[in-house]
């Protein structure tokens, strides 16, 4: 079962069959063919370095090439800065030009990975099967092969793929994506046994701290405040450093109320990972609280982020289209949800495209995309759906329909948005006749 443990910079490096390097050379110090992204930050920055020094010995080390270019992709990942991807993309090549892709599938799944990384989710899918036909056992390219699908929404066939990663590389990057591919299903109940799996199998505390977080995320989205508190304290005590851990025990405390915790948290994560979804929600938290300038300054940070991540590659359509839709410019959020549907037919861009025609007044074609986000195939439940539907519901006049939506989203999980469960609680009392996201009449 693969895990964490070895992945400092003392360990051995992998090659591309699972076989270590008995050269008797100096290796790298990432294996090839691991999690890259459930390191600490430090073991990952120790071992980029330690891999500079071992590439700049063995330029023609094409495993070392590969290793530094996933590392990068991480990197970038957890550190909010996409200037790290073009440096993934000229390793993967430096390894592709000493191993050619029929023999180097870390190559092909490092690219996978960094495809997944811009949002070029069919080219992720490409790689990954061109990987997997290397080799078939590649946990990197089986964990991708999954993301792609999902990202495509191509649901049914992403649970199939999830099924094969779980038969040939069973362990904690199959697990945690297994469990997501079966909540997009509706399937809560084996979603949270397969992380329960997955965390008995956990040693390393980088490993502790992702599931556990998995754990915490899954309990949040159905409303469980006190079981995601508990799951998101395991995660930080298992590591300090962890930044999702540190989110989603923020974006719990202030669900339950507590916003100077809230606040202190979320600060710090975007101190630290200042990527649209944060920044967005450490604005909602202030807007909640009435401070509408220190608000203004978080989303304004999205465009700033969205700009430098668009000159590296990296799609951002997605999530300009929802945070442009609630917080900035309705046109370029339409724009934005159009170009993310024609790439994409998921629930998640059928909910960003539905807003986004809502912000733009085009209420009855935004309930025909709300029904794909909300509809029983495949089965997803996402409180934020539910709202903009009732949402939508309401501004077309259907007060039964927009009753039953934004209740269901409050049961669902209450605390799910410090504004927009507000909003749902405003229109749900009859105080509100808004027919425009965010207050626009």
């Given at each position: 079962m693969a895990v964490a443990a070895g992945l400092t910079a003392t360990s051995v490096a992998m090659g591309a069959d699972g076989d270590s390097d008995r050269s008797?050379?100096?290796t790298p110090a990432l294996a090839a063919d691991v999690s890259v992204e459930r390191l600490t930050a430090g073991d990952l920055a120790q071992g980029i370095d330690a891999l500079h020094k071992h590439l700049q010995r063995q330029p023609k080390d094409a495993t070392g090439?590969?290793?530094?270019?996933t590392a990068y992709v991480e990197q970038a990942r957890t550190?909010?800065?996409p200037t790290r991807y073009p440096q993934a993309e000229k390793a993967y090549e430096r390894s592709l030009k000493l191993r050619p892709p029929g023999e180097n599938d870390a190559a092909l799944a490092g690219r996978a990975a960094l495809a997944a990384a811009r949002h070029d989710f069919g080219a992720a899918l490409s790689q990954a099967d061109r990987a997997l036909r290397v080799n078939p056992y590649s946990e990197r390219a089986l964990s991708s092969r999954v993301d792609a699908l999902v990202e495509l929404g191509r649901y049914d066939e992403a649970l199939r793929a999830a099924e094969l990663a779980d038969r040939r590389r069973p362990g904690i990057p199959v697990f945690t994506r297994y469990a997501y591919v079966l909540e997009l299903h509706g399937d809560m109940k084996r979603a949270r046994q397969v992380l329960l799996r997955a965390l008995e199998s956990a040693f390393?505390?980088?490993?502790?701290?992702y599931v556990a977080t998995s754990l915490g995320q899954l309990a949040?989205?159905?409303?469980?405040y006190g079981r995601a508190q508990g799951h998101f304290t395991t995660a930080v005590r298992a590591d300090p450093e962890y930044v999702p851990a540190l989110e989603g025990r923020g974006r719990t405390y202030a669900a339950q109320g507590r916003t100077k915790r809230a606040l202190s948290d979320l600060e710090e994560v975007v101190r630290r990972y200042p990527l649209p979804g944060q920044l967005a929600a450490l604005g909602e938290l202030h807007e909640a609280s009435g401070q509408r300038e220190r608000a203004e300054e978080q989303y304004a940070l999205v465009g700033t982020w969205t700009r430098l991540a668009r000159a590296n590659g990296v799609a951002t359509d997605l999530e300009s289209a929802l945070i442009e839709a609630?917080?900035?410019d309705a046109e370029e959020a339409l724009r934005s949800a159009r170009a993310e549907w024609s790439r994409r037919e998921s629930v998640h861009t059928a909910d960003a495209l539905a807003w986004a025609l809502?912000?733009?007044g085009k209420d009855e074609e935004a309930l025909t995309?709300?029904?794909?986000?909300?509809a029983g195939t495949p089965g997803y439940q996402n409180a934020s759906f539910l709202f903009h539907r009732g949402m939508i519901e309401h501004a077309l006049g259907d007060d039964k329909a927009a009753r039953r939506f934004l209740r269901a989203a409050l049961d669902l999980n209450p605390g799910f948005s410090p504004t927009a469960a507000r909003e749902a609680k405003s229109v749900l009392s009859g105080k509100s006749v808004l027919s425009g996201p965010r207050g626009e009449s």
């Open positions: 008797g050379r100096d090439w590969a290793t530094l270019g550190s909010g800065d390393a505390p980088a490993d502790v701290a949040w989205s159905q409303g469980q609630d917080h900035g809502h912000a733009n995309y709300a029904k794909k986000a909300t």
